[in-house]
Nanobody, 115 residues
Framework: QVQLVESGGGLVQPGGRLRLSCVASGRLFNLYAMDWYRQAPGQERELVAGITSGAGTNYADSVKGRFTISRDNAKNTVYLQMDSLKPEDTAVYYC?????????WGQGTQVTVSS
């Protein structure tokens, strides 16, 4: 069983930056594809960025060029560096680990972009 714990959220002004972290417990972290999702109030959860076990990455069009996903398998951690933040980035951000049919979620961390 994989447990995920996100951290790094908070309140930031437009144009600011934050780095989210997601630490995974359990074994075989290096085999999991890791994704960051977000969910704003009244909206569906959407995929923000993903990184495969081979470190291939993909991004939602809305965050390309501003967000960077990375992973450190030695630390069982995936990161989401968020730069040039906009008010529309405000949401709860969730970490997801998936391998085959297995899918695990963290509890989420709030990101608020406001002046």
């Amino acid at each position: 069983q994989v447990q995920l714990v996100e951290s790094g959220g908070g309140l930031v002004q437009p144009g600011g930056r934050l780095r989210l972290s997601c630490v995974a417990s359990g074994r075989l972290f290096n085999l999991y594809a890791m994704d960051w999702y977000r969910q704003a109030p009244g909206q569906e959860r959407e995929l923000v960025a993903g990184i495969t076990s081979g470190a291939g990455t993909n991004y939602a069009d809305s965050v390309k060029g501003r967000f960077t996903i990375s992973r450190d398998n030695a630390k069982n951690t995936v990161y989401l560096q968020m730069d040039s933040l906009k008010p529309e980035d405000t949401a709860v951000y969730y970490c997801n680990a998936n391998l085959g049919l297995a899918s695990h979620w963290g509890q989420g961390t709030q990101v608020t972009v406001s002046s």
